[in-house]
């Protein structure tokens, strides 16, 4: 565990849906070359949250964790690297925080909620291991323009669903 085997897929963040009927968040990545997979990653509600108002650049009266974290850092001279989603095990993702300080790079393992949290507020690349978007990537749909404001997010949670209904737990065997 930790040590990248392939070259990571650049990844953009595309927001924060929730899962219908049972209101789970969950947060969405595509691919920005290539087959333009998406991996849909569930995540918890307090994440999701800080997720969309990095996105939205929703300002809060205190820092919440991952402002303070950033902040933590940037006063420290810490820059944030990259964000890599590096495994899919037992239906739980990793992934790992690239940092750089003081000359020398670190990788520190992370909730992909947490990093993408953190990815957002510093601006830094998201990517994930092809093996990760082997086993758990799922198309674009032909009929949905390349354009976010025309996705439909029931649409995009119904193809979601149709994507789990079709994963055999035996594909997690390793």
Do not use: W
């Not at 929730?18 to 997979?37: D, M, S």
């Not at 750089?100 to 291991?129: K, Y």
Request: glycine content about 4%; proline content about 7%.
């Amino acid at each position: 565990m930790g040590h990248v085997s392939s070259e990571p897929i650049a990844m953009e963040l595309i927001g924060v849906r929730v899962e219908l009927p049972t209101n789970t968040p969950i947060v969405l990545l595509r691919e920005t070359t290539g087959a333009r997979r998406y991996l849909s990653i569930f995540i918890g509600a307090p994440e999701a949250t800080a997720i969309a108002f990095a996105l939205e650049q929703v300002d809060t009266p205190r820092p919440l964790t991952h402002d303070l974290m950033k902040n933590v850092l940037d006063t420290l001279g810490v820059t944030v690297v990259q964000v890599v989603v590096t495994e899919l095990r037992d239906q739980t993702y990793f992934a790992e925080l690239v940092l750089q300080a003081f000359g020398e790079t670190h990788v520190i393992s992370s909730r992909p909620s947490d990093a993408l949290a953190l990815a957002v507020r510093v601006g830094c690349p998201v990517l994930a291991l092809p093996e990760v978007l082997d086993m758990a990537g799922y198309p674009e749909d032909p009929e949905d323009v390349d354009d976010d404001e025309n996705v439909d997010p029931d649409e995009m949670v119904e193809e979601f669903r149709h994507f789990i209904d079709s994963v055999n737990p035996d594909d997690f065997a390793s």
